[in-house]
Every structure is written in C-alpha cells, then in structure tokens.
C-alpha cells in the first residue's frame, strides 16, 4: 500500500531554533500533501495544503512566515517551523494523496513529536 | 465554517460490548473517511465512505454514511482490547481538504 515518510519522528530544540521536517511519498507521486498540527488528545487540525511547484494554502490563524511549506517534487514536501518557541511544541503530521481525485484517502507519515525547550 | 462534529469524546466498554461512534456535519459532504490512532501513533485508514445510505463492513466495524450525507457513524460489535485508540472521521466537501472530527477515545477494559 501506500508509504509516507516523515522526518525526523523527534526533535527537541532549543528556543529559536529553525526545525526542518520532511515528508516523502516513498511508493507514489503526492501532487497534493497536508499538513496537520496535533496537540495531546485532541484532533487534527489542517495547518496548511502543499502543492508540487506552487505556493501552499494556509488555513486561517496559520502564519506562512513561521511555518514554511516547500513541496518541490511530487514525492517531497517539508515544513519549517522558523524560530521555534515552547508554545509551537506539538506533534506535527504530514499526509499525502496518491491520485488527482477528491475520493482518495489520505496516507499518513508517523509523525514529528516536536519539543522546544 | 465547515465544521465535523463527533461524538461522544470518550467511551469506556467492558471487552464483548458494543461501541458506536457519530460524526455530524453542517454542509453536505462528498466522502467520509474514518481514521484509527492509537497512541503515540498516526492515524491509519479504516474505510472511505462516498454513496447516500452506504454501509460498509470490515469484520467487526460497521459503517454508514446517511442518506443526506451529512452524518455517518462507525459501529464496533463485541469489542477487543486491541480496538483501543481513538476513531476519526474526516469530511470532504469536494476538493482535497479534510476537517477532521474531534476524534472519540475508546478504553476497553479486559
């Protein structure tokens, strides 16, 4: 079935750091990858969409300038948390879509569990 | 805004009882994808509802979609320790954006 990868599955930082996660499609080509933000027990909240070659669409309350999503082939997205402080501590998941159609479901990465001390 | 109700938060069973878990939304829907997290884990797929009136069956877990296709639930008959974890529905209103619901935690105690 289909396999996203996602790295690295923990990172602890210090405050101000710049935090790099990727996302890879690793069996198929993702045109369209999602990112989601998770706080403990709670659900997933869209951050943003990332399209290969365009810009992603934030969803509202999502700072673009704080969280930078590049999706620069159709098996690679990463999301950037610049300038990271405690309050963005959280466990950030990564999803993609096989095919062109609104009936596919989503494959999940495992997950980034972010800690900024 | 689009919004994915469900409910109930939490469910705690004895192991052999049922669970059933609902999900309401404000506008209609072109799918329903239902999601397992356990914990410390991601979601993974369970089953995609798209047909007004749809059942679906994966053993023990029965799905529907309503005939409106704005509400839909996830049935687990008999459960097991190993169903524990917490059940997601996730809507789509055409288009790739999903809004997931607030997820319903399952404890089953043996």
């Known amino acids: 079935g289909a396999v996203v990868s996602q790295h690295p599955s923990r990172v602890i930082c210090k405050s101000g750091t710049s935090v790099k996660i990727e996302c890879r499609s690793l069996d198929f080509q993702a045109t369209t990858m999602f990112w989601y933000r998770q706080f403990p027990k709670q659900s997933l909240m869209l951050m943003a969409t990332?399209?290969?070659?365009?810009?992603?669409?934030?969803e509202q309350g999502v700072e673009k300038d704080k969280f930078l999503i590049n999706h620069a082939s159709l098996t690679l997205s990463t999301l950037t948390v610049t300038s990271a402080h405690p309050e963005d501590s959280s466990f950030y998941i990564c999803?993609?879509?096989?095919?062109?159609?609104?009936?596919?479901?989503?494959?999940f990465g495992d997950g980034t569990r972010l800690s900024i001390l | 805004g689009q919004q994915v109700m469900q409910i109930p938060q939490y469910q705690h069973v004895q192991e052999g009882e049922d669970f059933t878990t609902y999900c309401n939304s404000s506008?209609?829907?072109?799918?329903i994808q239902w999601y397992k997290q356990r914990p410390g884990g991601h979601p993974v797929f369970l089953i995609q509802l798209v047909k007004s009136g749809e059942v679906k069956k994966q053993k023990r877990l029965t799905f529907q979609f309503g005939e409106a296709k704005k509400n839909s639930s996830l049935h687990i008959t008999a459960t097991q320790t190993t169903d524990v974890g917490t059940y997601f529905c996730?809507?789509?209103?055409?288009?790739?954006?999903?809004?997931f619901g607030a997820g319903t935690r399952l404890f089953v105690k043996a």
């Open positions: 999803s993609a879509i096989s095919q062109e159609s609104s009936n596919q479901p989503q494959h």
């Open positions: 990332s399209n290969e070659g365009s810009k992603a669409t934030y």
């Open positions: 506008t209609t829907l072109s799918n």
């Open positions: 996730a809507g789509r209103r055409g288009g790739f954006k999903t809004i």
